[in-house]
């Protein structure tokens, strides 16, 4: 070989290797650009996550502290116009809020006027004369006496106190006119005015005055109507599933009803509203507005997201384990209850907990059967009229009082809460009870 | 285990029977999203004051409220709904055709429909006509005759002492009480200032409905969602841009929203009550005769929600941004509620 075409076959090989060594460079670009990818769509997810929580956390963390007055409340009877204690109605229908008007206008005695008046006891909630009217009714005894009390005070100046309403702005333009600002700053300088966390927002139901607005209502509504929906969805998905699974025959007809089953997750939710509408308010005369009918509503919708799920966990235990308990004589029945069922069961439940996390957030098809509805007493039982929490968070972001803008955003806590703690179960059910071949 | 299914079965057909042969002692109600926020304060306090249990509210719109209600006389059917218009003959009829032959009509009182901008927006001043001009999708043609598609982009180009800013009216959408009120009031009234289209109410009716009632898609009217809040907060982000939103809502955020003046008065509480401010609906809600005496507790709600303390001058619900009934309106309707008057249409 001479040198030339030594020295050509080099720098053929050269530019040969040149060559790979340019195609692995973009090779590499290439799967660096797809991870950038990957990682620029997680940060964006990431990002919104975050705006939406910090505005939520932002707006709602404040709803869960008030504001309480202190007042000395005396149960005068000629202010209560009540002449005989023993006689219910009575007390039932004294005017309390002229006791309220009392105690305040002891307390700015200056306070003079029609308006003036309505300003002042505008001040505390309306709830305080409830409150007093349960005191008195429980214990007659305290008519004539008087009482140290803190009340919650109204939703205005709840939002004076904790800065959303500015002081600074012209008195035109703010909900809080400058002599009720002399009055809280005087309430402030003598120690009567306080903040504290709201318990109220946690024992409560609904109310059209925000300092008195509660979630517990909607919770409780949340918690029977989910309670049904448990209790129908969960043994009725696990049976069509271990049928479809282990029993059937695959045929035609079997697979019709697959197909049927996958395009039912996929139905829009207020169409099993629609239906439960016709066929349990109408059909079956069940009350409105009640949990049952909301949990069979919500049965409907989750049925298919659990037989899907299930159907999958029974699939995964191997066949292995079904031919060994054969082999030594078990039944199909024994086969299925004894080893398939136990082995399938984490992922069966993970299944039901995300399906019932579902049915938690969902508004559209309870609309229809009447659950979007304004509810103050707290439901005690399935057939009560009820709503839930996340129709709750709809109700008040519509609401025009200013004080329902925080309320929404701790509602809105709340319901991420309670679907976090149930997503965290199915992920603690899965790891303790999954077993892996 | 099979006798112990058939138990099981039996045990849940039985409570299904029980349920429904359980009596309702809760007075039901439906209708419009705009009279809820005041009937809910009414409920309350009755559930409050009374020994009856809180009437449940839903809010199903007035359409919705009326069919509703409409569907029969007994337990399973609303008691009373709520309106932000008039109930429509053919309704009425839709009522006595399934049985339910007496309503009592209440009127509680108005609502003002507000148009506003930030209150760090420009003071404006406009006519119901040009507000017609700015948001309807057809308008007269500005240099010659007949109707043309809107050509205004910005408000200076309607009147040239406006701001010269784009037009950008933020709204609510069709399915709303608000809107249908809002087209009644304004945009019909206003485009009846204009010959080119009052002709048009002789010639050819339908055509003159269309083009009174068809607001622009060009971008100019933006349909903000039922929910008033988003529009504050958006009027809030925009000082050049326009809202439509209830008088309470205006009431409630005097901080972020005034309200501009239309036909020479702004949407306030004195000028809606003495009818300076014309942009202002009646709202109402129906009772069923048959129902009251059966649910208890309809007549005590009724006495509530019709008393002076709730519905007065100085009421409650006048706190929450309703507009009081004159004298002889409200003398006319506690006459209708106490005596049970049937609607006659």
């Known amino acids: ?437 | 285990m099979y006798k112990k299914m058939i138990g099981t079965v039996v045990a849940a057909a039985a409570t299904l029977a029980a349920v429904q042969a359980e009596a309702r002692d809760q007075i039901s109600i439906v209708g419009s999203s705009t009279v809820f926020p005041f009937a809910t304060v009414v409920a309350e306090r009755f559930g409050q004051t009374t020994s009856y249990p809180t009437p449940t509210i839903e809010s199903t719109g007035s359409g919705g409220g009326l069919k509703l209600f409409c569907e029969g006389v007994g337990e399973s059917t609303p008691d009373i709904t709520n309106a932000s218009r008039r109930i429509k003959s053919s309704e009425v009829e839709l009522c006595a055709s399934n049985g339910v032959e007496d309503i009592v009509e209440v009127l509680i009182g108005y609502d003002g429909i507000a148009v506003a901008n930030s209150v760090n927006g420009p003071e404006m001043e406009v006519s119901k006509g040009e507000l017609f001009l700015a948001l309807a999708e057809t308008v007269p043609n500005p240099n010659g005759s007949g109707l043309v598609e809107n050509p205004y982009e910005q408000w200076s180009d309607i009147r040239s002492d406006l701001p010269n800013t784009a037009i950008r009216v933020f709204g609510p959408p069709p399915t709303s009480g608000t809107r249908d009120a809002f087209v009644e009031l304004v945009m019909e009234e206003g485009c009846a200032e204009f010959d080119a289209i009052a002709s048009l109410e002789d010639s050819d009716e339908d055509k003159f409905e269309e083009v009174c009632a068809t607001m622009r898609e060009d971008g100019a009217f933006v349909e903000a969602g039922e929910n008033d809040t988003l529009i504050i907060s958006r009027l809030d982000n925009d000082t050049s841009a326009l809202g439509i939103f209830g008088f309470s809502f205006l009431d409630q955020n005097s901080d972020k929203v005034k309200s501009i003046s239309v036909d020479g008065a702004k949407a306030t509480f004195d000028n809606i009550a003495d009818g300076s401010y014309a942009v202002s609906r009646p709202l109402f809600f129906y009772v069923k005769t048959a129902h009251v005496g059966v649910i208890p507790g309809i007549e005590e709600y009724l006495a509530e929600f019709t008393s002076r303390r709730a519905v007065g001058p100085n009421g409650y619900l006048i706190d929450r941004g309703l507009i009081p009934l004159s004298n002889a309106e409200y003398a006319r309707m506690k006459d209708a509620v106490d005596n049970l008057k049937p609607l006659k249409m």
């Open chain 1, 1 to 437: 070989m001479t040198d030339q075409s030594r020295n050509a076959l080099e720098r053929l090989a050269a530019n040969k290797h040149e060559r790979l060594n340019a195609r692995l460079k973009s090779r590499y670009n290439r799967e660096r650009r797809f991870r950038a990818y990957g990682i620029a769509s997680i940060a964006l997810g990431l990002t919104f996550l975050a705006i939406l929580l910090t505005t939520i956390f932002s707006q709602g963390l404040s709803a869960f502290w008030t504001t309480y007055v202190k007042l000395d409340v005396t149960y005068t009877p000629e202010v209560l116009y009540i002449d005989d204690a023993t006689d219910e109605s009575q007390l039932r229908l004294a005017d309390y809020d002229g006791v309220i008007r009392q105690a305040l206008s002891e307390r700015f005695p200056e306070a003079s006027g029609r308006q003036t008046m309505r300003n002042l006891t505008g001040m505390v909630s309306t709830s305080a004369g409830y409150r007093l009217r349960n005191r008195l009714m429980e214990n007659p005894d305290l008519l004539g006496e008087t009482e140290t009390l803190w009340f919650l005070a109204d939703d205005d100046v709840d939002l004076l106190m904790n800065g959303i309403i500015d002081r600074n702005l012209p008195e035109s333009e703010r909900r809080v006119n400058d002599q009720e600002l002399e009055w809280i700053d005087s309430l402030v300088s003598s120690d009567q005015i306080e903040r504290r966390f709201n318990t109220t927002f946690f024992t409560n139901g609904d109310s059209r005055d925000p300092e008195t607005a509660g979630i517990l209502g909607a919770a409780m509504g949340s918690f029977y109507t989910l309670i049904v929906t448990l209790a129908l969805s969960f043994p009725i998905g696990v049976a069509a599933a271990i049928y479809l699974e282990e029993f059937a025959p695959k045929n035609r007809l079997t697979e019709i009803i697959e197909v049927n089953i996958n395009n039912l997750a996929a139905v829009p939710s207020i169409v099993f509203g629609l239906l439960g509408l016709a066929v349990f308010i109408n059909f079956f005369g069940l009350p409105r507005s009640a949990p049952i009918v909301g949990g069979l509503v919500l049965t409907l919708m989750t049925l298919p997201t659990i037989i899907i799920s299930a159907r999958a966990s029974i699939k995964a235990v191997p066949p292995s384990i079904r031919e060994a308990a054969m082999g030594l004589g078990a039944s199909k029945m024994q086969v299925t209850l004894h080893h398939v069922l136990p082995l399938a069961l984490p992922g069966m439940l993970t299944g039901t907990i995300i399906g019932m996390a579902q049915a938690l957030g969902e508004t559209a098809p309870l609309l229809m059967i009447g659950m979007v509805a304004f509810i103050v007493d707290i439901p005690g039982g399935f057939t009560d009229p009820a709503t839930v929490l996340p129709v709750q968070v709809y109700l008040w972001s519509d609401s025009p009082e200013r004080a329902f803008i925080a309320k929404t955003s701790a509602a809105i806590m709340v319901l991420l809460a309670f679907l976090a703690v149930m997503n965290l179960l199915a992920v603690f059910l899965r790891k303790k009870f999954e077993r892996r071949w």
